[in-house]
């Protein structure tokens, strides 16, 4: 199983909302990231953990907060975002940090805030 | 700081034509280059993975080569079809907890 899951599959929020994005996956990697991906645009990435601890957060505005509950889950919960924030949320997993695996990555989130 | 150019940024093609994508990066000291393809608000697909110390990797009607001191790569399509027509994008693993650098991509569009 090469399967990276991401729920919801959309999600419009308003501006003062709190929300999260939900992403599993059940190949045993430890690493898993999350990247936000403009129209038209290469993905950025946001946050990766490792063993469930945070390890890179690329200095994203604290109204997104990552987390990592279990070697198989990572959530990111939304809060107080803007209008530009709308995008599509995209999580990726990998064996683990060292740079030699491949990285596969879930369907993504459009998010929309109105 | 790594940057990583694709080019060209569309192309369209006949369906049976065979085609090259180009990638290109600035630092050398790559661990590996991953090609993805991108269906419109979709997840990447991993398509290939090609590690520093490899020339190539193939899957089906896909090539993709490496020549890292050079700094480029190319993905070979042999007889495009139109089920081919994505966005292509090639990455670059950087020694930063397996960040990924991204090219900008190629919108790939091939005519029945």
Not at chain 1, 41 to 60: A, G, R, T
Not at chain 1, 93 to 106: A, D, T
Not at chain 2, 62 to 72: I, M, P, Q, V, Y
Request: with cysteine.
């Amino acid at each position: 199983d090469t399967e990276v899951t991401q729920t919801p599959k959309h999600l419009v929020m308003g501006m003062t909302n709190k929300k999260s994005l939900k992403c599993e996956q059940h190949m045993g990697h430890r690493a898993m990231y999350w990247y936000k991906q403009k129209a038209k645009k290469p993905p950025e990435l946001m946050f990766v953990y490792s063993y469930e601890k945070l390890s890179i957060n690329e200095s994203v505005p604290s109204r997104f907060s990552p987390e990592c509950p279990n070697s198989s889950l990572l959530n990111l919960h939304l809060h107080a975002l803007q209008p530009e924030d709308s995008a599509l949320y995209l999580c990726a997993s990998r064996v683990g940090l060292l740079s030699y695996n491949e990285q596969f990555f879930g369907p993504g989130t459009r998010l929309t805030v109105l | 700081k790594q940057e990583v150019t694709q080019i060209p940024a569309a192309l369209s093609v006949p369906e049976g034509e065979n085609l090259v994508l180009n990638c290109s990066f600035t630092d050398s000291a790559i661990y590996n280059l991953q090609w993805f393809r991108q269906d419109p608000g979709k997840g990447l697909t991993s398509l290939l993975l090609i590690q520093s110390s490899q020339r190539e990797q193939t899957s089906g009607r896909l090539n993709a080569s490496l020549d890292k001191s050079s700094g480029r790569s190319t993905l070979y399509i042999a007889a495009s079809q139109p089920g081919d027509s994505a966005t292509y994008l090639c990455a670059v693993s950087s020694n930063q907890g397996g960040k990924l650098i991204f090219g900008q991509g190629t919108e790939l569009s091939v005519k029945p």
